[in-house]
């Protein structure tokens, strides 16, 4: 497996290509990533997004124009990709298949698990490939994602850091914003982080 990486816009989201048996699964396209996509993909296949953030999909729909592919989103966040709720300017895009929670999927011969561990968001969800994470905004070095945006959910929060805190083996987690990390060194603060969300509510 390649992991290529680039941070995208005023949020440097992490865009992800992730490079098996000479195709590419294109993971979070933020702000400004088409260009990059483009000069850096050989074979696509899909568009995978960890939630429906606007700074995680603004280049959805450009890119699947470019490069006819499917956008997989989990179901819960789909509306954010049409609806614009940050009022951001967000070109709309849709997805061609929808996450149901916790699912196992194959994409061009690709083994593709989405965890959905909502909080962040309702559809909020790691995609496991393989031994490593792309944790979107769910988890980050030393930290995790916002519980308090609109269609945020502390209560969901807890009880996905609690989950994840039970996640026995170990894997390189690549996260939405900042560097890589590991799932083991991770768990070590997700009591802290579990104290600090139950405070707020």
């Known amino acids: 497996m390649e992991i290529k990486i680039q941070p995208m816009g005023p949020y440097q989201t992490n865009c992800y290509i992730v490079s098996i048996g000479g195709k590419d699964l294109i993971i979070d396209p933020g702000v400004g990533a088409t260009e990059w996509v483009l000069k850096n993909t050989t074979h696509p296949v899909a568009i995978l997004n960890t939630h429906g953030h606007f700074d995680h999909v603004w280049s959805n729909a450009e890119l699947k124009e470019a490069l006819r592919i499917p956008i997989y989103c989990p179901r819960m966040d789909v509306f954010m990709l049409a609806e614009d709720p940050f009022g951001q300017g967000t070109p709309p895009s849709y ?46 070095q030393q930290s995790i994602g916002r519980w308090d945006f609109p269609n945020s959910s502390a209560e969901e929060m807890i009880e996905s850091l609690r989950r994840v805190q039970k996640v026995t083996g170990n894997f390189t987690i690549y996260p939405g914003h900042g560097m890589s990390t590991t799932l083991k060194e991770e768990q070590k603060y997700i009591p802290y982080w579990i104290r600090q969300v139950e405070m707020t509510v």
């Open 95 to 140: 997805a061609d298949y929808l996450i149901d929670g916790d699912a196992e999927l194959e994409i061009a011969g690709i083994k593709v698990i989405y965890r959905h561990f909502p909080g962040h968001t309702p559809g909020c969800s790691v995609i496991e490939i393989g031994d490593v994470w792309f944790s979107g905004d769910f988890l980050f």
